[in-house]
Protein backbone atom coordinates (compact mmCIF):
# COMPACT_ATOMS: atom_id res chain seq x y z
CA UNK A 1 0.00 0.00 0.00
CA UNK A 2 1.15 3.54 -0.37
CA UNK A 3 1.78 5.35 3.04
CA UNK A 4 3.17 9.19 3.35
CA UNK A 5 6.18 8.92 5.74
CA UNK A 6 8.31 11.51 7.32
CA UNK A 7 11.87 10.82 6.20
CA UNK A 8 14.06 13.77 7.15
CA UNK A 9 13.55 17.22 8.17
CA UNK A 10 11.36 19.05 5.89
CA UNK A 11 11.03 15.93 4.21
CA UNK A 12 8.14 13.80 3.45
CA UNK A 13 8.10 10.58 1.00
CA UNK A 14 4.87 8.44 -0.53
CA UNK A 15 6.20 4.97 -0.06
CA UNK A 16 4.65 0.94 -0.74
CA UNK A 17 4.65 -0.52 2.68
CA UNK A 18 2.92 -3.51 3.54
CA UNK A 19 -0.59 -3.68 4.95
CA UNK A 20 -0.46 -4.06 8.54
CA UNK A 21 -1.20 -6.75 10.46
CA UNK A 22 -3.89 -6.78 13.43
CA UNK A 23 -3.63 -8.23 16.12
CA UNK A 24 -7.21 -9.28 18.31
CA UNK A 25 -7.91 -6.08 20.07
CA UNK A 26 -6.95 -4.20 16.53
CA UNK A 27 -8.91 -3.35 13.27
CA UNK A 28 -7.55 -3.13 9.75
CA UNK A 29 -9.06 0.41 8.26
CA UNK A 30 -9.44 0.99 4.76
CA UNK A 31 -8.60 4.71 4.81
CA UNK A 32 -11.01 7.38 2.82
CA UNK A 33 -9.48 10.51 4.04
CA UNK A 34 -7.01 12.05 6.04
CA UNK A 35 -6.89 15.42 7.12
CA UNK A 36 -3.78 18.06 7.19
CA UNK A 37 -3.12 19.86 10.77
CA UNK A 38 -0.87 23.00 11.07
CA UNK A 39 0.79 20.31 13.80
CA UNK A 40 1.62 18.39 10.90
CA UNK A 41 3.68 21.49 9.27
CA UNK A 42 5.34 21.37 12.96
CA UNK A 43 6.07 17.75 12.67
CA UNK A 44 7.82 18.29 9.14
CA UNK A 45 9.91 21.16 10.76
CA UNK A 46 11.40 19.13 13.38
CA UNK A 47 14.80 18.90 13.81
CA UNK A 48 17.54 15.43 13.45
CA UNK A 49 16.87 14.42 16.81
CA UNK A 50 13.22 13.97 16.18
CA UNK A 51 12.53 10.10 17.14
CA UNK A 52 10.26 9.25 14.66
CA UNK A 53 11.13 9.43 11.27
CA UNK A 54 9.44 6.89 9.28
CA UNK A 55 5.88 7.35 10.79
CA UNK A 56 3.37 7.34 8.56
CA UNK A 57 1.80 10.94 9.26
CA UNK A 58 -1.60 12.36 9.78
CA UNK A 59 -4.03 12.38 13.24
CA UNK A 60 -7.23 12.71 11.56
CA UNK A 61 -8.23 9.97 9.81
CA UNK A 62 -11.66 8.13 8.60
CA UNK A 63 -12.70 5.09 6.24
CA UNK A 64 -14.43 1.94 6.35
CA UNK A 65 -13.44 -1.14 8.51
CA UNK A 66 -11.98 -4.08 6.01
CA UNK A 67 -11.47 -6.19 8.97
CA UNK A 68 -11.27 -6.76 12.90
CA UNK A 69 -9.42 -9.24 15.09
CA UNK A 70 -10.92 -12.04 16.69
CA UNK A 71 -11.29 -10.08 20.09
CA UNK A 72 -13.39 -7.39 18.71
CA UNK A 73 -16.74 -6.85 19.42
CA UNK A 74 -19.82 -4.68 18.11
CA UNK A 75 -17.37 -3.61 14.36
CA UNK A 76 -17.72 -5.31 11.20
CA UNK A 77 -16.26 -4.80 7.71
CA UNK A 78 -17.96 -2.22 5.66
CA UNK A 79 -18.86 0.11 9.15
CA UNK A 80 -17.66 3.49 8.42
CA UNK A 81 -15.41 4.80 11.23
CA UNK A 82 -13.64 7.73 12.68
CA UNK A 83 -10.09 7.48 14.17
CA UNK A 84 -9.30 8.94 17.37
CA UNK A 85 -6.22 11.21 17.40
CA UNK A 86 -5.92 10.62 21.32
CA UNK A 87 -4.79 6.88 21.67
CA UNK A 88 -4.90 7.16 25.42
CA UNK A 89 -4.99 3.52 27.76
CA UNK A 90 -8.16 3.45 29.13
CA UNK A 91 -7.08 1.91 32.79
CA UNK A 92 -4.89 5.03 34.40
CA UNK A 93 -6.61 7.15 36.60
CA UNK A 94 -7.30 9.87 34.36
CA UNK A 95 -8.80 7.61 31.65
CA UNK A 96 -10.75 6.07 34.37
CA UNK A 97 -11.95 9.40 35.50
CA UNK A 98 -12.72 10.44 31.49
CA UNK A 99 -9.60 12.79 31.02
CA UNK A 100 -8.40 10.59 28.67
CA UNK A 101 -6.25 13.43 27.02
CA UNK A 102 -4.32 13.49 30.08
CA UNK A 103 -3.55 9.53 30.05
CA UNK A 104 -0.84 8.90 32.29
CA UNK A 105 0.40 5.90 30.92
CA UNK A 106 0.41 6.68 27.17
CA UNK A 107 1.51 9.99 28.32
CA UNK A 108 2.74 11.87 30.99
CA UNK A 109 2.90 14.89 32.92
CA UNK A 110 4.54 17.37 30.28
CA UNK A 111 3.45 14.98 26.81
CA UNK A 112 0.13 14.17 25.72
CA UNK A 113 -0.86 10.66 24.82
CA UNK A 114 -0.11 8.38 21.96
CA UNK A 115 -1.25 10.10 19.06
CA UNK A 116 -0.95 8.15 15.41
CA UNK A 117 1.13 10.36 12.97
CA UNK A 118 3.21 11.08 15.10
CA UNK A 119 4.83 8.23 16.97
CA UNK A 120 2.63 5.13 15.53
CA UNK A 121 1.70 5.21 11.71
CA UNK A 122 -1.31 7.39 11.11
CA UNK A 123 -3.54 8.20 8.17
CA UNK A 124 -1.84 9.34 5.20
CA UNK A 125 -1.70 6.22 3.81
CA UNK A 126 -4.26 3.27 2.27
CA UNK A 127 -4.80 1.39 5.71
CA UNK A 128 -4.23 2.18 9.66
CA UNK A 129 -4.17 -0.59 12.17
CA UNK A 130 -5.72 0.53 15.14
CA UNK A 131 -7.11 -0.71 18.45
CA UNK A 132 -10.78 -0.73 18.59
CA UNK A 133 -11.15 1.29 21.12
CA UNK A 134 -9.72 4.14 19.26
CA UNK A 135 -12.55 3.94 16.51
CA UNK A 136 -15.97 6.02 16.52
CA UNK A 137 -18.38 4.81 14.52
CA UNK A 138 -20.02 7.52 11.71
CA UNK A 139 -23.26 6.27 10.38
CA UNK A 140 -23.86 8.02 7.23
CA UNK A 141 -21.68 10.81 7.76
CA UNK A 142 -19.21 11.25 4.46
CA UNK A 143 -15.89 10.27 6.09
CA UNK A 144 -14.24 13.20 3.76
CA UNK A 145 -16.54 15.25 6.02
CA UNK A 146 -15.44 13.53 8.82
CA UNK A 147 -12.04 12.76 9.01
CA UNK A 148 -11.14 16.46 10.16
CA UNK A 149 -13.73 16.00 13.41
CA UNK A 150 -10.78 13.76 14.95
CA UNK A 151 -8.73 17.05 15.68
CA UNK A 152 -10.17 20.23 14.25
CA UNK A 153 -13.50 18.98 15.22
CA UNK A 154 -12.44 17.97 18.80
CA UNK A 155 -10.26 19.98 20.47
CA UNK A 156 -12.39 22.87 19.65
CA UNK A 157 -15.50 20.44 21.22
CA UNK A 158 -13.03 20.03 24.12
CA UNK A 159 -12.72 23.55 24.95
CA UNK A 160 -15.95 24.79 24.63
CA UNK A 161 -17.01 22.00 26.95
CA UNK A 162 -14.39 23.55 29.42
CA UNK A 163 -16.32 26.72 29.83
CA UNK A 164 -19.91 25.34 29.24
CA UNK A 165 -21.40 26.10 31.80
CA UNK A 166 -20.37 29.96 30.75
CA UNK A 167 -22.08 30.02 28.30
CA UNK A 168 -25.71 31.76 29.40
CA UNK A 169 -27.70 33.35 27.04
CA UNK A 170 -26.41 37.02 27.95
CA UNK A 171 -22.96 35.80 28.18
CA UNK A 172 -20.47 37.19 25.59
CA UNK A 173 -17.26 34.67 23.97
CA UNK A 174 -14.87 35.99 21.37
CA UNK A 175 -13.38 33.76 19.19
CA UNK A 176 -9.82 34.84 17.86
CA UNK A 177 -8.42 32.66 14.66
CA UNK A 178 -11.58 31.29 12.41
CA UNK A 179 -9.42 28.89 10.57
CA UNK A 180 -9.44 24.99 10.80
CA UNK A 181 -10.28 25.03 14.18
CA UNK A 182 -11.90 28.51 14.40
CA UNK A 183 -14.49 27.89 12.08
CA UNK A 184 -15.86 24.88 13.82
CA UNK A 185 -15.62 26.51 17.23
CA UNK A 186 -18.07 29.00 15.94
CA UNK A 187 -20.52 26.47 14.63
CA UNK A 188 -20.53 24.44 18.15
CA UNK A 189 -21.18 27.59 19.97
CA UNK A 190 -24.00 28.78 17.92
CA UNK A 191 -24.93 25.01 18.01
CA UNK A 192 -24.77 24.29 22.03
CA UNK A 193 -25.32 28.37 23.39
CA UNK A 194 -27.54 31.54 22.78
CA UNK A 195 -24.17 33.79 23.84
CA UNK A 196 -22.97 36.36 21.95
CA UNK A 197 -20.42 35.44 19.93
CA UNK A 198 -17.19 37.95 18.54
CA UNK A 199 -15.34 35.94 16.07
CA UNK A 200 -11.95 37.98 15.16
CA UNK A 201 -9.43 37.21 12.46
CA UNK A 202 -6.19 39.05 10.93
CA UNK A 203 -7.19 37.66 7.49
CA UNK A 204 -10.52 39.95 5.91
CA UNK A 205 -11.43 36.83 3.81
CA UNK A 206 -12.45 35.05 7.08
CA UNK A 207 -13.93 37.88 9.38
CA UNK A 208 -16.13 37.98 6.14
CA UNK A 209 -17.16 34.57 6.32
CA UNK A 210 -17.19 34.55 10.02
CA UNK A 211 -21.11 35.13 10.66
CA UNK A 212 -21.88 31.95 8.16
CA UNK A 213 -20.27 29.88 10.63
CA UNK A 214 -22.34 31.29 13.59
CA UNK A 215 -20.86 34.79 14.95
CA UNK A 216 -23.03 37.43 15.92
CA UNK A 217 -20.04 40.18 14.94
CA UNK A 218 -16.88 39.54 13.20
CA UNK A 219 -13.55 41.86 13.48
CA UNK A 220 -10.42 42.32 11.66
CA UNK A 221 -7.81 42.12 14.17
CA UNK A 222 -5.86 45.16 14.79
CA UNK A 223 -5.52 48.02 17.22
CA UNK A 224 -9.33 48.55 17.63
CA UNK A 225 -9.89 45.40 18.00
CA UNK A 226 -9.85 45.63 21.83
CA UNK A 227 -11.76 48.57 22.11
CA UNK A 228 -14.71 47.57 20.10
CA UNK A 229 -15.04 44.20 22.42
CA UNK A 230 -15.25 46.70 25.13
CA UNK A 231 -17.73 48.68 23.62
CA UNK A 232 -20.03 45.81 22.76
CA UNK A 233 -19.47 44.43 26.88
CA UNK A 234 -20.48 47.75 28.51
CA UNK A 235 -16.53 47.95 28.90
CA UNK A 236 -16.53 44.85 31.30
CA UNK A 237 -15.08 42.34 28.90
CA UNK A 238 -15.98 39.14 27.45
CA UNK A 239 -16.72 35.93 30.20
CA UNK A 240 -14.94 34.07 27.87
CA UNK A 241 -11.90 34.35 25.09
CA UNK A 242 -10.65 31.37 22.88
CA UNK A 243 -7.59 31.80 21.20
CA UNK A 244 -6.93 29.70 18.33
CA UNK A 245 -3.57 31.62 17.45
CA UNK A 246 -1.31 31.91 20.61
CA UNK A 247 0.91 34.39 18.82
CA UNK A 248 1.73 37.26 21.55
CA UNK A 249 -0.44 39.73 19.80
CA UNK A 250 -3.59 37.75 20.76
CA UNK A 251 -2.67 35.97 24.04
CA UNK A 252 -2.15 40.17 25.01
CA UNK A 253 -5.54 40.82 23.31
CA UNK A 254 -7.39 38.04 25.32
CA UNK A 255 -5.61 39.74 28.59
CA UNK A 256 -6.55 43.02 27.30
CA UNK A 257 -10.56 42.01 26.42
CA UNK A 258 -11.21 39.06 29.24
CA UNK A 259 -13.71 40.43 32.47
CA UNK A 260 -13.43 39.95 35.56
CA UNK A 261 -14.13 36.32 36.68
CA UNK A 262 -14.14 34.73 32.85
CA UNK A 263 -12.07 32.40 31.25
CA UNK A 264 -8.93 32.44 28.64
CA UNK A 265 -8.35 29.02 26.53
CA UNK A 266 -5.26 29.58 24.77
CA UNK A 267 -5.07 26.44 22.26
CA UNK A 268 -2.58 27.61 19.51
CA UNK A 269 0.51 27.03 19.45
CA UNK A 270 1.73 30.00 18.00
CA UNK A 271 4.74 30.97 20.56
CA UNK A 272 3.17 33.34 22.78
CA UNK A 273 3.25 33.37 26.53
CA UNK A 274 1.21 34.84 28.87
CA UNK A 275 2.82 37.17 32.06
CA UNK A 276 1.28 36.71 35.41
CA UNK A 277 1.70 39.52 37.50
CA UNK A 278 1.09 38.43 41.18
CA UNK A 279 0.85 42.12 42.60
CA UNK A 280 -1.53 45.08 43.18
CA UNK A 281 0.25 47.35 41.02
CA UNK A 282 1.14 47.53 36.73
CA UNK A 283 -0.83 45.44 34.50
CA UNK A 284 -2.54 42.85 35.82
CA UNK A 285 -5.34 40.66 35.21
CA UNK A 286 -8.80 41.53 36.27
CA UNK A 287 -9.54 39.63 39.34
CA UNK A 288 -10.95 35.81 39.11
CA UNK A 289 -9.84 34.62 35.92
CA UNK A 290 -9.29 31.28 34.85
CA UNK A 291 -6.97 30.57 32.21
CA UNK A 292 -6.18 27.10 30.86
CA UNK A 293 -4.23 25.32 28.01
CA UNK A 294 -6.50 23.11 26.94
CA UNK A 295 -4.71 19.65 25.08
CA UNK A 296 -7.19 17.83 22.66
CA UNK A 297 -10.48 16.08 23.61
CA UNK A 298 -12.25 13.27 25.62
CA UNK A 299 -14.06 10.36 24.21
CA UNK A 300 -17.35 12.11 25.28
CA UNK A 301 -16.12 15.36 23.32
CA UNK A 302 -15.39 12.93 20.30
CA UNK A 303 -19.31 11.40 20.37
CA UNK A 304 -20.45 15.52 21.35
CA UNK A 305 -19.11 16.71 17.77
CA UNK A 306 -19.68 14.03 15.73
CA UNK A 307 -23.34 13.91 16.99
CA UNK A 308 -23.11 17.54 15.80
CA UNK A 309 -21.89 16.76 12.43
CA UNK A 310 -24.85 14.19 12.40
CA UNK A 311 -27.55 16.52 13.09
CA UNK A 312 -26.10 19.09 10.64
CA UNK A 313 -25.20 21.76 13.27
CA UNK A 314 -21.12 21.30 12.49
CA UNK A 315 -19.56 20.93 8.88
CA UNK A 316 -15.67 21.45 8.19
CA UNK A 317 -14.87 23.09 5.21
CA UNK A 318 -12.95 21.29 3.12
CA UNK A 319 -10.14 21.42 0.60
CA UNK A 320 -9.32 17.66 -1.02
CA UNK A 321 -6.00 16.34 -2.66
CA UNK A 322 -5.30 13.61 -4.19
CA UNK A 323 -2.91 11.29 -1.71
CA UNK A 324 -0.31 11.71 -4.56
CA UNK A 325 -0.75 15.40 -3.95
CA UNK A 326 0.41 15.42 -0.41
CA UNK A 327 3.44 17.73 -0.92
CA UNK A 328 0.78 20.59 -2.92
CA UNK A 329 -1.08 20.11 0.32
CA UNK A 330 1.51 20.97 2.58
CA UNK A 331 2.90 23.61 0.32
CA UNK A 332 -0.89 25.43 0.41
CA UNK A 333 -1.02 24.89 3.88
CA UNK A 334 2.63 26.35 4.49
CA UNK A 335 1.59 29.05 1.94
CA UNK A 336 -1.79 30.07 3.42
CA UNK A 337 -3.71 28.94 0.29
CA UNK A 338 -6.24 27.15 2.02
CA UNK A 339 -9.80 27.81 2.21
CA UNK A 340 -11.03 24.76 4.26
CA UNK A 341 -9.19 21.99 5.74
CA UNK A 342 -7.00 19.92 3.50
CA UNK A 343 -8.05 16.32 2.94
CA UNK A 344 -5.62 13.81 1.47
CA UNK A 345 -7.78 11.13 -0.17
CA UNK A 346 -6.04 8.02 -0.81
CA UNK A 347 -6.02 5.58 -4.18
ZN1 LIG B 1 -3.90 18.50 14.63
ZN1 LIG C 1 -4.66 6.37 30.60
Given at each position: MKALK????GKIELRDVPVPKISDNEVLVRIAAAGLCHSDLHILH?????????TTMGHETAGFVESAGA???GIKPGDAVLVRAVWSCGTCRSCRNGRGNAC?????RTQFPLTPGLAVDGGMAEFIKVDARHLNGIGALDPVAA????DAGLTPMHVINTVRARLADDATVVVIGIGGLGHVALQILAAVSNSQIIAIDADATRVNHATSYGADLALLAGEDAATRILAETDGFGADIVIDFVGVQPTIDLARQIVAPEGAIRIVGLGGGSFPFN?????EVLPWGVNVQRPYGGTEVDQTEVLQLADDGKVAVQTDTYPLADAQRAFDDLANGKLKGRAVLIPG
Open positions: LVAPQDDSWPFFGGVNSINGSAPLAASLEG
